[in-house]
Structure formats: C-alpha cells, structure tokens
C-alpha cells in the first residue's frame, strides 16, 4: 500500500459478487492475491454480497492496520466515504491562522470587520431585551454567582470567558437579525464573535487583536459552507455543526495556540457540537438562536483547555469517522456527500492585496430568516411601485426555490405562536408586511404574532417552488411575488438579490439607522453613536475596555 502522506485509499466492487478491486491493483497485487485465494474472505466478504449495491466502510473489517484508509464504490461507479491517515486538513489551517497577523489583512476586510461589528453590537442590544436572553442571563447568574474577568453587554454581568462568549453572542443571534452568507449551508459568521471579544478583554488585547480574530473566524466560517457537495443542511444537520470546526480557531488565535494546539482545540470543538435539523423544522424553540453561540461557547473552552496541553482528534476533519467521512455515507438525489477539501484551504489569504472572504458576506435589513428576505422585499416593493392597499389583494403567490419553500412554508408557519416561528414564517412576515407596511422588530411583539386578523392574510400566501431558479442559486435568491387582487388584476415582481447583499450593502448610516432602532430604548441613540465611533476606530483601541463600558446600561 501506497505511504505517501495523506493519500486516499479507493476499493471498487469488481463484477462478481465478492469481488473487491483496488484501483491501484499493481499496489495491492499480494492483497488481492490473498484474499481471491480465500483467506481472510469470511466476514469481509459476506458483507460485501449483502450490500454489493451499497456504499459502505470496511476498514474496520480488515485484519491489517495497513489497509485502513479506504472505500468502496458501488455498482453505479460512486466513490464516497475515504478518509486520510495522516497530514490532516486541520494543520493547513491551523498552520494559517496561527501565521496571519494584522499587518496581512486587506484595508478592505479590515473595514467590513468593523462594520460586522457595529452591526452585530446593535443585534446585540436587540437581541438583549429577548425573552430566551433573560432566561439565559438568570440561570447564568444562578449557577455561577457575579464576579469575573469578562463582561456581559447590558447587563454588566462579570462573569468567566466561556459564559461571557456565550451570553454575547447569544444576543447577537437572538433577533436573527445579524448577518448572512449562504452557499452549500448558510451561516451567520457573527454568531462565533463573542468568542474573540471575550478572549480579548481576559487577555487584555487590543482592537487589532479582535479585529484579526474576526477575520479568521469569517474565512473558516464561510469556507466551511461553501464546500459541501450538497450542504449538510440537505441531510438534516444545522449549520451550527460547522461552526464547531470553525470558532476554535478564532479563539485560539487570541490565546496565541501553537498550530498543535489549535489543531487539538478544533478537535475538542467539533468532537461535541453536531447540530440536528430539528432546531429550524417544524415548530421553532429558543434553541434555533442557541445552538450556534453555543458552538463558539466552546470554541472558547476548548481554545483554553488545548492551551493546557488537553487533546482532540487531529482528525476531526477528513480521518476516520471525521466530518468528511461520516457524511460520505449519506446519499442525496442518487449521489453520495463528499467535501471539496481542496477549497477549503485553496488560496487561504495572507497578505493586503489577498481577497478575504468577510467582504463577500451580507447583512439583514429585515429581522427574518435569510431566505425570507428576496421575497419580502419584492411584495414590498410592488406594493409600493402599484399603489397596493392590503385591502384589495385576494393572493399572494410566492416563486422561490425548494428549500426556501421547505424552511419558510410549512405548516407551521401558517399559525406562529411565537418569535422562532414568526421570523422564519414567510406567510407571517408577508402578511404583517403587507398590513402594516414595514416589518421591524416591533412586528415580532407577541401581541402582534397573536393577532387574529392576520390570519386570513397568512391563508392568502401560497409558496411554491420554481425549478427555473434552482441553478441560479446560491449566488442570488431570485424570487417572484404575484399579487391578484379582489378585482382580478396581477402584478408581479422579481428580485434576485436582496438589500444588505455584498451587491447592494448597506452604508454605515443605514447600520446605523437599524442599529439606533435597536438600541433606543435599551441605552439611548447617543449611545449608540458613541459605539459606532468606537468600532469605527477599533484599531485604536488599546484593550476592551472602552466598548464593554459602552456595550452595559
């Protein structure tokens, strides 16, 4: 068997049942040899007549250690589910993270990681006034007392590293009004930065350290969800699974982990942050904004205890029972899960003229699920562009593509009971939208959610699937909306690219106008301001200080 570092081992099933075939046959002559003869075929090959149709892992089954990297292709010629033995995927980018200092980042990323982080402030004050944020906040208090290192924003909570990062980046997440970019998997970068921040003031490090931090966690963060092939999301798994391989790094940076240390702290991580589905199907809970902080929760934990020397597998991605691997025994649509590896690590950015991947990522204008954004935005604007009153219309039709219509129109979504549904309700948004003119924070009350006249407005949305728009996305979210009105007449409008998108970002003043929203009532519009003055000049910024004071009422 071939040693060569990190080489893949592939097995296809021959023609004859029993028969399994090493594509480097010249290699495995001796092997074959031994086996075709008879020895060794027992359970070996009993499963290979049961499951000859079947992609399956036999490495487990072999009686030589020197044969454990490999995979079987099925009868349709699908090679799926081989994993590496050595120099992982994990050391290329720990090896990265650890080499990139500030004087490498790009003007341009350093720019939009200020203004992710105005952004995700405001979400932050928004977010803190959410009733699963109190809840959190209380149990927190409870468990551990008052008294640490790290701050809480609003509330002044002193607490340690770990319950800071996830208390803060819990209410970033908690409106789901913080930023977006979907691929394969959608994700919400924004959602780690607790991790950093809370690092930073433990450590007493500057702006440029977070901002640094930042960039890191967005490059790994959206590389991890463009290389699924389909996303993990198509086999029932959250995005929050990816986040586990991806706030380690982000943290460790902070703590200056050696790449061995890091590559045990994305070990550690991700060993114990899968997600399943169910947090956004059907019903939604306050574990759909939950499980995504607590991923960089433990980025944080597991950064610190890599720095005591504590392991992970440093396998964790593309070895043994690794992320690669275990999904390569999922099928979709007749064609196994496999991972662009190579792109993960593919021209990983290290200097300013590089492309950093934080400036492709977008914002929300609106508080809602992604995908509800491009069709909001169309009724909106033919309501407008006609002269709609809600009134006169009989019909909302609703072209998007098929997992827009899975996530945002199943039954569920017709009847929220409650802020987890209502946003990710595309008849609920839709419908408040049409009525009240605007959708805001103030349209997640739950005295609005609960309001009965909205109902036959929500009836009125019909979500169906366009096959047209498949191949044009992920890179736009076209989406058609029909209104016909009482009086028979139609209009229609189309938008494929909604507001906050890289190509049509939203200025600093319009963050800021959304960030003032949120934060009013929580510590004033001059206060807000102030925050924007200070993340604008974070590279000045000596320690955490000055913005954790400006982050508590």
């Given at each position: ?272 942050t899968g997600s399943l ?51 390569g025994h999922s099928v ?182 959304k960030a003032r929203a ?36």
């Amino acid at each position: 068997m071939s040693n060569r570092r990190g080489a893949f081992r592939t097995y296809r099933i021959g023609p004859q049942s029993g028969q399994l075939v090493p594509t480097r046959s010249a290699h495995h002559a001796g092997w074959r040899r031994r086996h075709e003869s008879g020895a060794g075929r027992g359970r070996l090959w009993s499963v290979c007549e049961r499951l000859i149709h079947r992609s399956v892992i036999l490495a487990d089954l072999l009686d030589s250690t020197r044969y454990q990297s490999f995979s079987i292709e099925s009868s349709g010629g699908h090679p799926v589910a081989s994993y590496k033995t050595d120099r992982f995927v994990s050391y290329d980018l720990a090896e990265w993270a650890c080499s990139l200092t500030y004087d490498k980042l790009s003007q341009a990323s350093i720019e939009r990681a200020k203004a992710f982080w105005f952004d995700s402030l405001g979400c932050a004050l928004g977010g803190s006034q959410q009733e699963d944020a109190r809840i959190l906040l209380e149990h927190h208090r409870a468990m551990s007392g008052s008294g640490g290192p790290c701050t809480c924003f609003v509330s002044g909570f002193q607490t340690n590293p770990v319950d800071a990062a996830f208390l803060n980046s819990h209410m970033i997440r908690a409106m789901d009004f913080n930023d977006i970019y979907w691929k394969a998997d959608p994700s919400h970068p924004s959602d780690i930065l607790g991790a950093p921040l809370a690092l930073c003031e433990y450590k007493g490090l500057s702006g440029k350290d977070l901002i640094l931090a930042t960039v890191i966690a967005y490059e790994i963060e959206m590389r991890l969800v463009e290389i699924g092939r389909p996303g993990i999301r198509e086999y029932g798994w959250h995005h929050a699974t990816l986040t586990g391989f991806a706030s380690p790094f982000s943290a460790g940076r902070v703590l200056e982990l050696s790449p061995t240390q890091m590559v045990n702290a994305v070990g550690i991580c991700a060993s114990r942050t899968g997600s399943l589905g169910a947090v956004t199907a059907g019903k939604l809970t306050n574990m759909k904004n939950t499980v995504d902080p607590w991923a960089a929760r433990m980025g944080v934990e597991s950064a610190l205890l890599a720095a005591r020397g504590f392991s992970g597998p440093e396998h964790i991605f593309d070895g043994k029972e690794g992320l690669f691997h275990v999904f390569g025994h999922s099928v979709c649509q007749g064609k196994p899960c496999t991972f662009d590896a190579e792109g993960l690590t593919a021209e990983l950015p290290s200097s300013p003229d590089a492309h950093y991947r934080i400036v492709d990522c977008g914002m929300k204008s609106f508080p809602i699920e992604a995908l509800s954004h491009a069709p909001l935005t169309a009724m909106m604007k033919c309501v407008k562009e006609n002269a709609i009153a809600a009134s006169d219309v009989a019909e909302i039709k609703v072209e998007v593509i098929a997992r827009a219509a899975d996530i945002l129109g199943d039954p569920h979504k017709y009847r929220p009971t409650g802020k987890e549904t209502a946003d990710h309700s595309l008849p609920y948004c839709l419908a408040v939208g049409l009525v009240d003119g605007m959708v805001t924070p103030l349209q997640f009350k739950q005295e609005r959610i609960e309001d009965k006249s909205l109902e036959p407005i929500m009836d009125m949305v019909k979500v169906v699937p366009n096959e047209e728009f498949e191949s044009l996305f992920p890179e736009f979210q076209p989406s058609r909306v029909t209104l016909t009105l009482k009086n028979g007449q139609s209009f229609a409008t189309r938008v494929d690219v909604p507001k906050g998108d890289p190509r049509d970002p939203m200025t600093m003043d319009e963050i800021a106008v959304k960030a003032r929203a949120l934060g009013k009532e929580v510590v004033g519009e001059e206060r807000v301001d102030q925050i924007r003055d200070c993340v604008m000049n974070l590279e000045g910024e000596p320690s955490m200080e000055r913005l954790m004071n400006l982050m508590t009422a």
